[in-house]
Structure formats: structure tokens, C-alpha cells
Antibody
Framework: QVQLVQSGPEVKEPGASVKVSCKASGYTFTNYVVHWVRQAPGQRPEWMGWINIGNGNTKYSQQFQGRVTIIRDTSANTAYMELSSLRSEDTAVYYC???????????????WGQGTLVTVSS | DIVMTQSPDSLAVSLGERATINCKSSQSVLSSSNNKNYFGWYQQKPGQPPKLLIYWASTRESGVPDRFSGSGSGTDFTLTISSLQAEDVAVYYCQQHYNTPRTFGQGTKVEIK
């Protein structure tokens, strides 16, 4: 069965960086786009960007441009999201999600990781 | 960015009754090339990630009970739960996947009356 398993919770100080991993199983990893979405407490989900696992192409939300980097390691079936220059407003649960339309990137999100809580606090 | 606006923000419905949630997008999410609405509905329960219920505006995801249905086109969409069950208590979000950034509605909290 399809699974996306994310790394554990993180606590970071303002100005630091965080890197969250998302390990995929149960499907052909390279045939899909993986999205990253965050959700602050009580707020709507917020899309951060995507990576085409097959060719490594990425697209980022303007809101995070310059601070977010998404990469993948196809040998490990794992995608990563790194967010830098953290501030308190970045405290949120971060999710990876698979695009149900494969490598097109223009589908809904059919499988989600369990989420990774990132807390930014001094 | 496409702004997604849901109504109402919350609703309380008796068990077995119908629940209706609306979502409006600030621009059309209907593709003229394939006549598909790039629009979906998600259900989120506390402590869990969102779960895809409906995609292409009206196609039910595999395993989703048939009491959930989606309708609409262009800029106006509706999620209907035909007979509310206790396990349907959750927050429901709409989302457009027409362009980037992908955007979500603010959510509608569904409770039991």
C-alpha cells in the first residue's frame, strides 16, 4: 500500500534551518510529483512547492521563494524539504503529499505523510 | 493567486440529515482544453492529515462512502453529505489544483446538532 512516512518533530531557534524527510513506499516513486504543504495551528493548509521526482524539477510558492528547497534522493525513495531563516510564524505541521496525476503535477493530493511538527522558539 | 472562499464557516447537522458546503474560487478552475475542473474536497480530523474525498470536482476517491458527492463547475462548487454520520465530524477544505500556488479554502467545521 502507498505510504509516505515523515521524519520526527523538530524544535528550532529563530534564524535556523530545518530539513524534513518524506520516505515513500508502495508505488513507483519516480513516476509522481510530491508536494509540500504546511498547516499552522487552526489555519488552512498552505502549499509550499512541488518536486517532480522523475526529473528533479521544482516549483515553489512565491511566499517561500528563496527560503525553501525541495530535493529528492531516488535511491532512497525519499523527498526532502528544507526551510531556512526560520521565524516564529513558521511554527506549523509540515506535510508531504503525492499528486494523484503522476508526473503532471496538476492533480489533487491523494496520499499524505503523517505530518512533522516544526516549532520555532527561542 | 486564486482565492478559495467557503461557506459556511461551520454548521451543525442532525445525524442522518444532509450537510451542504459551498466553495467559490476567485477565478475559473475549468480547463478549456480538457473540460475538467481542477478542484477537490478534503476531510481533516484532529491530529490527522487531510484526506482526499473528491477530485475533478465530482469524482469520488476510491474508498470514500457514496454519501459524499461533489458538484459544480467554473467558480462555484458544492460538497454534499447526504446522510450525516458521527464519523463525518471534521473540518472540510476545498482546493484548486488549476495553477500554482495551490490554494485551499478556510475550512468548514461540521458538527452534530
Amino acid at each position: 500500500q502507498v505510504q509516505l512516512v515523515q521524519s520526527g518533530p523538530e524544535v528550532k531557534e529563530p534564524g535556523a534551518s530545518v530539513k524534513v524527510s518524506c520516505k515513500a513506499s508502495g508505488y513507483t516513486f519516480t513516476n509522481y510529483v510530491v508536494h509540500w504543504v504546511r498547516q499552522a495551528p487552526g489555519q488552512r493548509p498552505e502549499w509550499m512547492g512541488w518536486i517532480n521526482i522523475g526529473n528533479g524539477n521544482t516549483k515553489y510558492s512565491q511566499q517561500f521563494q528563496g527560503r525553501v528547497t525541495i530535493i529528492r534522493d531516488t535511491s532512497a525513495n525519499t523527498a526532502y524539504m528544507e526551510l531556512s531563516s526560520l521565524r516564529s510564524e513558521d511554527t506549523a505541521v509540515y506535510y508531504c503529499a503525492r499528486d494523484r496525476e503522476g508526473s503532471s503535477g496538476y492533480g489533487a493530493f491523494d496520499y499524505w505523510g503523517q505530518g512533522t511538527l516544526v516549532t520555532v522558539s527561542s | 493567486d486564486i482565492v478559495m472562499t467557503q461557506s459556511p464557516d461551520s454548521l451543525a447537522v442532525s445525524l442522518g440529515e444532509r450537510a451542504t458546503i459551498n466553495c467559490k474560487s476567485s477565478q475559473s478552475v475549468l480547463s478549456s482544453s480538457n473540460n475538467k475542473n481542477y478542484f477537490g474536497w478534503y476531510q481533516q480530523k484532529p491530529g490527522q492529515p487531510p484526506k482526499l474525498l473528491i477530485y475533478w470536482a465530482s469524482t469520488r476517491e476510491s474508498g470514500v462512502p457514496d454519501r459524499f458527492s461533489g458538484s459544480g463547475s467554473g467558480t462555484d462548487f458544492t460538497l454534499t453529505i447526504s446522510s450525516l454520520q458521527a464519523e463525518d465530524v471534521a473540518v472540510y477544505y476545498c482546493q484548486q489544483h488549476y495553477n500554482t500556488p495551490r490554494t485551499f479554502g478556510q475550512g468548514t467545521k461540521v458538527e452534530i446538532k
